[in-house]
């Protein structure tokens, strides 16, 4: 296969512009760029398989990365004896009520014929099965909060390896995408946009209020990390041994050695990713998935199931963003659900998809670090630049400190203006799909 010089050319300027960061800024910054545009990029896959593969609109995609942050939490944590001794087995036990209430309610409406009896039946059901989960559920999340509120309060996690919260996110991530797929798939791609994001807007609303599952607002911090941190590594000889080697201080050694370790990792698993996703888009699959996305009336012709179709590379999609949530929230170690921002950073991991190539695995993650990667820088070069350009209005400038104060905006502005300048030039993306 010809070597594509143009596609490599980009990876290569990306590379010059993160060692030009690790020479004149920091290598600690440049590091931190590198494993956040890995998870981005791995973000920007999952959104480039659903998009990009099939013509699937999908603006819920901070739901399902919050998902898999919750598995980490959910994964990694030690238990609360106290919390599941206070009303645990209520809790499961409500929530194994609400969901039979649901089961319930399913086969009422498949099983009857329509009209009044069926409609009574169906309020009964729901009404039924309400006041019995608030006579369960409520106490025991009331005793739960109650345990030592301050530092936990929830029920806790399982206290496993932070590593296997990384494919439990992923797999709860796809349970949430089938439940969503098989209510909104079947509609229209502006209305799904728009249930997609309401739904994503749901999930993150109950991570925040539902304070016995992950504490809600008050956080979740101490989450174990797949990487031993700093303060472990400096203990370590021949950490001591390669700052000295380096001319380096030892704790700058460590969190660099740190922060490579997070880059190993997470390069093993986009790779694999990479590797999994271009096999399956040169598979028959992967031509029929393309065939839907161009024409599902012709595909439907030739006796495809689209709506199924769909939901496969929709569960696939969203199992991908769950693996980078979980994979984002072990390497911060905490669990931020105000962090969740569904229309400020959909919006950023689109312009990703867009600028890198729609349909182009490499352009995904190209477009997943490079975003990323002026994401962090434009706003100290926009103060730079604003520094330069007022500073003939003197230090004590209202105009100039109001424009200083204000350079955190330049980004988003930045990130508009990439987005019209790919859309002008190179409408297709900086990788386009072949």
């Known amino acids: 296969m010809a070597v594509n010089w143009r596609n490599l050319s980009l990876f290569a300027a990306l590379a010059v512009a993160l060692a030009m960061v690790w020479n004149f800024q920091s290598p600690t910054l440049a590091m931190t760029i590198v494993n956040m545009g890995l998870i981005s990029a791995i973000m920007a896959l999952g959104v480039n398989m659903m998009w990009g593969y099939a013509g699937i609109f999908n603006v819920g995609i901070m739901g399902f990365t919050a998902v898999g942050g919750l ?112 209510v909104a798939l079947g509609l229209r791609s502006d209305y799904l946009a728009i249930a997609t994001l309401g739904i994503s807007e749901i999930i993150i609303s109950i991570l925040r209020n539902e304070v016995w599952l992950a504490r809600g607002v008050k956080n979740v911090t101490g989450i174990p990390r797949p990487v031993p941190g700093p303060s472990a590594m400096r203990q370590q000889d021949w950490v001591v041994n390669l700052a000295d080697t380096l001319g380096w201080s030892v704790n700058q050694t460590a969190q660099i050695v740190v922060q490579l370790g997070y880059a190993t990792l997470f390069l093993i698993v986009l790779g694999i990713l990479i590797w999994l996703a271009e096999k399956a888009l040169n598979s028959p699959w992967g031509r029929m998935m393309r065939a839907i996305r161009d024409n599902e009336t012709a595909a439907r012709a030739m006796g495809k199931d689209v709506t199924r179709r769909h939901l496969n590379i929709f569960v696939l999609g969203s199992a991908t963003c769950g693996l980078a949530g979980a994979m984002m929230v072990t390497m911060d170690g905490q669990l931020v659900p105000t962090a969740y921002e569904p229309l400020r950073f959909t919006f950023l991991i689109w312009v990703m998809v867009i600028v890198g190539g729609s349909g182009n695995n490499w352009g995904a993650v190209l477009g997943g670090v490079l975003i990323w990667f002026l994401w962090v820088q434009v706003e100290p070069a926009g103060r730079w630049l604003i520094d330069v350009t007022t500073i003939w209005l003197g230090e004590d400038s209202a105009l100039r400190a109001h424009l200083l104060s204000n350079a955190a905006h330049m980004r988003l502005l930045t990130m508009g203006i990439a987005l019209l300048l790919v859309l002008r030039f190179s409408p297709r993306g900086l990788i386009p799909e072949r």
């Open 71 to 182: 598995a980490a939490v959910l994964v990694t944590m030690p238990p609360v004896p106290e919390a599941w001794g206070a009303g645990g087995f209520g809790a499961i036990l409500g929530l194994m009520i609400g969901a039979a209430t649901v089961f319930a309610a399913v086969i009422v409406t498949r099983r009857m014929t329509p009209g009044w009896p069926r409609f009574l039946t169906l309020i009964a059901v729901l009404l039924a099965g309400w006041t019995l989960n608030r006579a369960v559920f409520v106490p025991a999340v009331d005793a739960i909060e109650a345990v030592n509120p301050a530092s936990e309060g929830y029920l806790g996690g399982l206290g496993l390896p932070a590593v296997m919260a990384w494919p439990v996110g992923a797999v709860m991530a796809a349970g949430a995408a089938w439940l969503v797929g098989k």
